[in-house]
């Protein structure tokens, strides 16, 4: 559900060159078409375009692909998708290397600094951070006062690596104002767990804006799964289960993400077991 940063980027590229830039009509002819997608599962629009040049990139298409520097570092025209909050990454890279994940092998397995806040922020009153692992960078203490200074929402979108934190940081997070944090419990291990549970205490917000991702469908149980799900219930998180392979998976798996994701059911229905989808009510 997230605007295309990428394409926003090449739009103020063009924009800026003083081309005319526009979502490509079927009829009309162009210099140039860009094409983007993320998953390698989404099909390409069965629409024939006419161009000179056709340009496809993302993650979806291969992980060779990037931008030229002087478009990766340009601040995106949000007005292409007419959106009112500001999205970007200040580091790339991960050093977990997890086998389900691409960003190891797309970014690389450091996390280094990439971007200054200012690149792709200019006063919107929220901030969508995109980093897979910003705790992981070195640079991560003055990222997060450039975050606190900024004085506006934060959305920490993708898992903060809970393994790379420490008091310091867990008291900087309450400084900022903070829309929600993402972490993640992907593995059936329990130095996560164990992090989580040490922390929680430390970190001063409602459990609602302190969001777990759980990733099912990979190299776990339903009976894995939901342990870190009730686990994650009695620490007051909000656990948010992450399917691999959706389309393949069973009939139980996507229960229980929709019994874990729509909080509603989530939140009125204690357990898994007594969950039944019949009029989303719950039988106890």
């Not at 559900?1 to 009829?27: C, T």
Request: charged share 30%.
């Amino acid at each position: 559900n997230f605007p295309n940063l990428a394409l926003m980027k090449i739009s103020a590229y063009h924009k800026a060159r003083g081309d005319q830039v526009e979502w490509a009509i079927p009829m009309l002819k162009y210099d140039i078409v860009y094409q983007s997608k993320v998953f390698d599962f989404t099909h390409d629009e069965n629409i024939s375009i006419q161009c000179d040049q056709l340009i496809k990139g993302g993650t979806g298409y291969d992980l060779d692909n990037k931008l030229p520097k002087e478009i990766e570092g340009i601040y995106p025209d949000y007005s292409l998708y007419n959106v009112k909050k500001a999205y970007g990454f200040l580091t790339r890279g991960c050093p977990r290397n997890c086998s389900f994940c691409i960003v190891g092998k797309k970014e690389g397995l450091i996390s280094v600094q990439v971007a200054e806040l200012r690149q792709f922020w200019k006063e919107q009153n929220e901030i969508k951070l995109l980093d897979p692992n910003i705790t992981a960078s070195k640079e991560c203490d003055r990222l997060f006062k450039d975050l606190i200074d900024s004085k506006v929402w934060i959305d920490f979108t993708q898992g903060i690596d809970i393994r790379f934190m420490t008091e310091k940081r867990a008291e900087m997070l309450n400084e900022m104002k903070i829309k929600m944090i993402h972490f993640a419990w992907d593995n059936y291990e329990f130095n996560t767990y164990e992090k989580l549970k040490k922390f929680r205490p430390l970190l001063k917000f409602d459990g609602r804006k302190l969001r777990v991702y759980v990733l099912t469908n990979f190299n776990t149980t339903i009976e894995q799964d939901l342990e870190r799900i009730y686990k994650l219930k009695e620490l007051d998180y909000d656990p948010y289960v992450m399917v691999y392979d959706k389309q393949n998976a069973s009939k139980k798996i996507r229960e229980l993400q929709r019994w874990v994701n729509n909080k509603f059911i989530f939140r009125s229905c204690e357990r898994f077991e007594d969950y039944k989808k019949v009029d989303v009510k719950c039988q106890l």
